[in-house]
């Protein structure tokens, strides 16, 4: 059967077995290269069987694929990887309007993230975006506005910084825009600092200040990386996520880099720089 038969097979399979919610899925884990199924339920179900049972007929549907990264003994089970599935990447092309041939999907570069010694970096990326989208829905005076992942920062600023995501959160009518970095202690401390260098290159091109917020993994790495930055070149606020409680990232557990205490929550951090514009990523 020809790639353009196989491609009508699938898309006319799969038409009346997709739901809204479905295509959705596709279009996340696609934007996002490996979503959990942690990270799914959040985005999209309220509970863990009906995220499971939903997720395992999409990939029986081969719209989307799943593994499960090595995991030392006696560490316990590790939740499903997702990616998409080369079905679900003719659907999207159809989306899309484009031909699947341009669409960009190579099944093998897909499952490469498997292997990939950043998987645990987007991992922990992913899960920031997701808590804050969790936060979002329980809450109605919260929400996330905008959610940009690396590959779309980069897209937009080029090699002028590399944020991890870029961000607009608002709560009780507080809205911050901020640059998010998701550290993991692999990197040395002087190398973190140094970025940001390229935050303070961003803004003298743009004339736009925006937030830098660090997320690190222990209070004691938070700690020596604050003591490392100094001077600030742009505002700065740091988080530990061993400091997360019931709101996670949205929670009461920032602290700007010129400030001693007490933490804040996320949206408090535009009351603390009142003076902050938006970024270039209004649109």
């Known amino acids: 059967m020809t790639q353009a038969r ?14 809204p919610r479905d295509r959705r899925i596709l279009r996340a884990v696609w934007t996002h290269r490996v979503l959990t199924s942690r990270h799914l339920e ?22 989307l694929e799943r593994f499960r990264p090595h995991q030392p003994i006696g560490s316990g089970a590790i939740h499903y990887h997702y990616v998409l599935g080369a079905a679900g990447a003719a659907v999207l092309a159809s989306e899309d309007g484009v031909d699947y041939a341009n669409f960009g999907y190579r099944r093998d570069r897909v499952l490469a993230i498997a292997h990939n010694q950043r998987l645990g970096h987007h991992v922990g990326v992913n899960t920031f975006y997701t808590d804050l989208a969790w936060h979002d829905r329980r809450h109605d005076n919260a929400r996330l506005l905008k959610w940009w992942p690396e590959h779309r920062c980069t897209a937009m600023w080029g090699e002028a910084a590399r944020p991890d995501g870029y961000g607009r959160w608002t709560e009780d009518g507080h809205t911050l825009d901020f640059f998010f970095e998701y550290d993991t202690g692999t990197e040395t401390l002087d190398k973190v600092a140094a970025k940001l260098h390229d935050y303070a290159r961003l803004s ?10 660090f997320y690190v993994h222990s209070d004691r790495r938070e700690a020596n990386l604050r003591a490392r930055f100094q001077t600030a070149l742009a505002p700065v606020a740091t988080a530990s996520r061993s ?33 902050l514009g938006r970024s270039e990523a209004n649109t």
């Open 42 to 63: 959040r985005l999209y179900f309220d509970s863990d069987a009906a995220t499971r049972k939903r997720l395992l007929i999409l990939a029986h549907m081969g719209v």
């Open 6 to 19: 196989f491609t009508a097979a699938v898309l006319a399979s799969l038409a009346v077995r997709l739901t």
């Open 243 to 275: 400091a997360v409680l019931d709101d996670g990232p949205a929670g009461r557990i920032w602290l700007p880099l010129e400030s001693t205490g007490p933490r804040l929550r996320l949206a408090q951090l535009a009351q603390h720089w009142p003076r």
């Open 204 to 213: 003298l091109s743009t004339t736009i200040v925006t937030p830098v917020l």
